[in-house]
């Protein structure tokens, strides 16, 4: 099945055709309709979502409360399955970074990261982005594809396998999931949106709406389409409280300015039937970029009438990028600006170091269309021969 044709699956049951719907990926009213056009009843789709989701079940001989002459046509013309745990790795802090095959050569990364009240899951969207934020190590390996709807709750379903969740009263590890791994979520709206709703769907892993989260760096007509399809919390990956740096530090800003974004990320919060709402702002501090206190007086101002609360990320270096880790002095004097102004505050503690899982630093292993990847290794190369009129050219494999 191509990555099209899995991104919309046809609800339809053709036995002459050997090619077998995934029911990974398919929102409950997909698969509503899916068991309509094989003369079934609706409600099965809410018993197959909780076998699948619930229950960790992928063998459709399992499902005990379906006949068995239905798990037959199934098994003739449906399958499930999740993309497959590379590797996984365990921090000396408790977060878990996956590693998961993804098909064509490429691997994302998922990482799950446990606090005392919580455990939040950071899931991927995309092989790789398209967007080259300056910070992002995502954003220096290129971009190769959308992922499907199966392999984006395929990250959830994997990591909650991992806990042993995914049994009768099993521990309910995953308690928030974001979609701030690699990739732009709202440049893979439908696929995205679909998995966001099976997170939230009792029937799977009945997590609360404000316990879902998209990030988005500023995607303005599909944030404008958004709340038609989710009420989700938001997160704005802001990172600079003015237009001129944030076109250097995100260069989507250049064609979705701020004002534009934070107008629309306010419509999309007005939206919500929870006024109590606020919309997240991530503004990752960099040393000597955007960590200065009058960055923090213009971020307080341009924040003033808008229902956020702004949480501060230490960036983290990686390599293919110069930016320093901005010191402990400057962030919490930038925090200090903001609360002083009334606003809420928080800083992010970095987890996962040791494993190469904190925020940023997600590179997983792309097979790049873009080419962008060789462009940074050739910068790369070149500012280390920087005295040399050659620029060397060595491709990342
Ligand atoms: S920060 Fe997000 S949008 Fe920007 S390059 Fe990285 S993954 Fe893409």
Same mark, same amino acid.
């Given at each position: 099945m191509s990555p099209e044709q899995e991104k919309n699956p046809t609800p339809t049951v053709n036995t002459t055709d050997v090619t077998k719907v995934n029911l990974m990926g398919m929102s409950q009213e997909k698969l509503e309709d899916f068991f309509v056009s094989m003369g079934e009843k609706k409600f099965r789709a809410a018993q197959v979502l909780k076998w699948i989701h619930q229950l960790g079940v992928t063998d459709f001989s399992e499902m005990s409360n379906i006949s068995k002459a239905l798990r037959t046509k199934l098994a003739d013309v449906a399958e499930i399955y999740a993309p497959e745990v590379i590797k996984q790795w365990d921090s000396s802090d408790g977060t878990r970074k996956f590693l998961i095959r993804v098909g064509g050569g490429n691997a994302i990364e998922a990482v799950y990261i446990p606090e005392s009240d919580r455990g939040t899951l950071c899931v991927s969207s995309q092989v790789g982005c398209s967007l080259d934020c300056s910070f992002c190590a995502t954003g220096k390996q290129g971009f190769n594809r959308d992922l499907t709807a199966a392999e984006i709750i395929g990250q959830v379903w994997q990591a909650a396998k991992s806990f042993g969740q995914l049994q009768e009263n099993g521990p309910r590890k995953i308690t928030n999931v974001v979609m #701030? %791994? #690699? %990739?732009? !979520?709202l440049l893979n709206f439908d696929n995205v949106v679909d998995s966001m709703n099976l997170m939230m769907n009792d029937h799977c892993y009945g997590l609360s709406k404000r316990r879902v989260t998209l990030s988005t760096s500023g995607v303005v007509p599909a944030l404008d389409r958004l709340g038609q399809y989710t009420d989700a919390c938001l997160a704005i990956?802001?990172?600079? !409280?003015n237009d001129a740096l944030r076109n250097e530090l995100v260069p989507i800003n250049k064609k979705y300015p701020i004002a534009e974004l934070l107008a629309s990320a306010k419509r999309y919060i007005e939206g919500l039937p929870d006024v109590r709402r606020k919309i997240t702002i991530e503004y990752t501090l960099i040393d000597q970029v955007n960590d200065r206190p009058e960055h923090a007086h213009e971020l307080a101002e341009l924040l003033k009438d808008v229902p956020v609360k702004i949480n501060l990320i230490p960036f983290n270096p990686f390599n293919l990028s110069n930016y320093k880790r901005v010191s402990n002095n400057a962030m919490h004097r930038f925090q200090k600006i903001l609360i002083d102004a009334g606003h809420i505050c928080t800083i992010r503690t970095t987890r996962g170091d040791d494993i190469d899982a904190a925020c940023g630093q997600l590179a997983g292993q792309v097979n790049d269309r873009t080419k962008r990847s060789q462009r940074y290794k050739i910068d790369t190369v070149a500012l280390m021969n920087s005295d040399s009129d050659v620029i060397p050219v060595k491709m990342i494999q």
């Open positions: #701030m %791994g #690699m %990739g732009e !979520p990956s802001l990172h600079a !409280p």
